[in-house]
């Protein structure tokens, strides 16, 4: 009986895939080139600052000044949580010593943050919202990080930024972390997405899921619709459609990474529409929206504004807002459906009158 257990055991450990995120993406790209590198070795600070992230989380409630409110306000008018302020010195502080980012540029703060010794050397940008769905840490839900990677493109000399105003197609990486019953980082480099699970007894990001796609049509919508009178009516049409046909379930937890991470894998929308009043919405381009858009499309799915794609949409400053529809290509498309025949309604309706 020992012979068969051991037998299993060793059987188990070998098939198991021990691939670690630095080691996947020289495979992804098929080389060992400076640039590929440095992509793995962005990565690789990126999961060292999701694994500092993890742990202050996994004993929020046991760590004084963890949780809570720090009383000032960031750029967003916001208040900021005590964990949005220290994810985001983490990310700063990983990056520090990297030689390869020459700035970071975070929903947390008004302008980038520069590392003047990297900037010499380092041809790359970081661009993150250290914590999404803050909201959600004091009550111990999950919650995340979303990270992309762009090149810097010229020389930046007025320390404006002005290079990252560009549409997402400028991305050369994109990912999340999200926080939850196991600790998952999810890229992608532009071949495919690929996710990974934080082995605490190995202290790696193991390879759990490769070439991940999104399912054509999901049962899911994810929205949240305390905001249903606020909203245009085209998305309320939408709504009222999914409540009177079988087959639509809805998701919503308050964190966007979460919400995003089940579409994923399971399927569906995830809408946050604009406003009325404020129609450009609350997520902002290019720490949340520019990022998840890059994933979805890798994985087989689209992400709109509802009236265009979302990857096309060019930032007019660094913290630009847009509404954002994403998930499976059908879903996305059955949404946009009832703001095209809204509008086209309204076209009718002017050229009636005229």
């Known amino acids: 009986m020992a012979d068969v257990e051991r037998s299993l055991v060793e059987e188990h450990s070998l098939d198991r895939d021990c691939t670690t995120l630095s080691r996947h993406v020289l495979q992804q790209l098929k080389s060992f080139s400076a640039d590929a590198q440095d992509l793995s070795a962005l990565m690789n600070r990126i999961a060292l600052a999701a694994k500092i992230i993890s742990r202050r989380l996994s004993r929020a409630d ?92 010229g020389d930046d000399i007025d320390g404006e930024a002005t290079d990252l105003l560009q549409d997402g197609h400028q991305q050369i990486a994109a990912g999340y972390v999200i926080y939850g019953p196991s600790t998952m980082l999810v890229y992608s480099i532009g071949t495919g997405v690929h996710a990974f699970t934080l082995d605490p007894s190995l202290g790696e990001f193991i390879l759990s899921q490769e070439n991940m796609q999104v399912p054509d ?81 890798q994985a087989g799915g689209r992400a709109s504004t509802g009236t265009e794609n979302l990857m096309d949409v060019v930032p007019e400053k660094l913290h630009t807002r847009t509404p954002l529809i994403i998930g499976s290509k059908e879903d996305v498309a059955l949404v946009e459906s009832f703001i095209q025949e809204r509008t086209r309604e309204s076209k009718e309706a002017i050229a009636s009158r005229s």
Not at 244 to 272: K, M, N, P, W
């Open 217 to 297: 049509h999901g049962p899911v919508y994810s929205v949240n619709e305390g905001n249903f009178w606020q909203w245009d009516e085209s998305i309320r049409d939408y709504i009222r459609y999914v409540h009177r046909h079988e087959g639509y379930t809805a998701r919503y937890s308050g964190a966007l990474v979460g919400d995003f991470h089940r579409i994923l894998c399971q399927g569906g929308v995830f809408i946050y529409p604009g406003t009325v009043k404020k129609p450009e919405g609350k997520l902002r381009l290019l720490y949340e929206t520019a990022p998840l858009a890059f994933l979805i499309e």
């Open 62 to 153: 046991l760590v004084e000044g963890a949780l809570g409110f720090t009383g000032n306000v960031n750029v967003q008018g916001e208040s900021v949580k005590k964990m949005d302020a220290y994810a985001n010195d983490v990310f700063i502080s990983v990056f520090k010593q990297s030689g390869l980012v020459c700035r970071l540029a975070s929903e947390e703060m008004e302008k980038p943050y520069y590392i003047p010794e990297n900037c010499p050397i380092g041809r790359y940008s970081l661009i993150y919202d250290p914590i999404d769905g803050s909201s959600n840490v004091d009550i111990n839900l999950n919650i995340g990080s979303i990270f992309a990677i762009r090149r810097q493109q």
